[in-house]
């Protein structure tokens, strides 16, 4: 039987785009993948990561090849490692002909933690994410921990009689950190910063504890910043941090917000 070649496909991402803009980053976004972190107590954790991957585009190209982002990944096989992350930079800005390329992933983190009085353990989540950027031959890393904590109102305490008025807090903690900082310590700075740590399981002995602890350490979100700021400069491993800390306030129908961000060291 005679056969014929099929014509090529038609390449429509490499035509040409004549409109001069380049485009900062283009990619894949929400990708769901399994993915591997280096836990302190069990050497690894097993997780998944909502994943991010751009690149750069130079004006002359219409568009990328958004399935090359999901063949990289693939490589590394069914489960990421977060230690290649430097790898899939260097990959994709080949595989895409690109000069930068930027990745975020974000993933549930979990500590088992003992109850304060009972030590019954529970497991809590975290939320983490590696933002990692490829540029001109240079890696810049940065690590997030986003942490629950609760604070309790100095203010309240000073003015009411009877009691004073807490709220669940979130803190978003991110470092830049030469060599890297264990997860586990970035949660361990915030929570030792809060008027208490949150825990997934307490008995009543324990939700007694932790109530007279954060009432002996009530903190407003400037403390809460300000605290985690002081801890952050005594680490010598962090170069620079950026810190931000919201109430979800138990008695007014808004948050309150405080950031700081801080070098401690020249930017590279």
């Known amino acids: 039987m005679e056969t014929t070649d099929a014509p090529p496909l038609t390449d429509t991402q490499n035509q040409p785009d004549d409109r001069q803009i380049a485009i900062d980053r283009v990619g894949i976004r929400a990708l769901r993948y399994p993915m591997q972190v280096r836990d302190k107590a069990r050497a690894v954790q097993h997780t998944i990561a909502t994943a991010a991957l751009t690149v750069d585009l130079p004006h002359h190209f219409k568009g990328t090849h958004m399935s ?36 975020d992933f974000e993933f549930p983190f979990f500590l088992a933690k003992a109850a304060p009085v009972t030590a019954a353990v529970g497991m809590m989540d975290y939320t983490a994410r590696f933002s990692a950027t490829l540029e001109k031959g240079t890696v810049d890393f940065v690590v997030t921990a986003i942490v629950p904590v609760t604070t309790l109102c100095p203010c309240s305490k000073a003015i009411s ?10 803190v978003t903690f991110s470092i830049r950190s030469h060599p890297p900082l264990w997860i586990e310590d970035m949660i361990r700075i915030v929570e030792d910063s809060a008027s208490s740590e949150l825990y997934s399981l307490l008995k009543r002995p324990d939700e007694k504890a932790v109530t007279e602890r954060a009432y002996e350490n009530p903190v407003f979100v400037e403390d809460l910043v300000r605290n985690i700021a002081d801890r952050a400069n005594r680490t010598p491993e962090i170069a620079w941090y950026r810190i931000e800390a919201e109430n979800f306030e138990s008695i007014h129908n808004h948050n309150a917000y405080a950031l700081i961000e801080k070098w401690k060291s020249p930017a590279a």
């Open 68 to 103: 090359r982002f999901v063949e990289v990944l693939a490589e590394f096989g069914p489960e990421l490692h977060g230690d290649n992350i430097h790898t899939i930079l260097r990959e994709l800005t080949a595989r895409l002909d690109s000069e930068s390329a930027h990745v």
């Open 161 to 170: 009689a009877h009691g004073a008025h807490n709220q669940r807090g979130q």
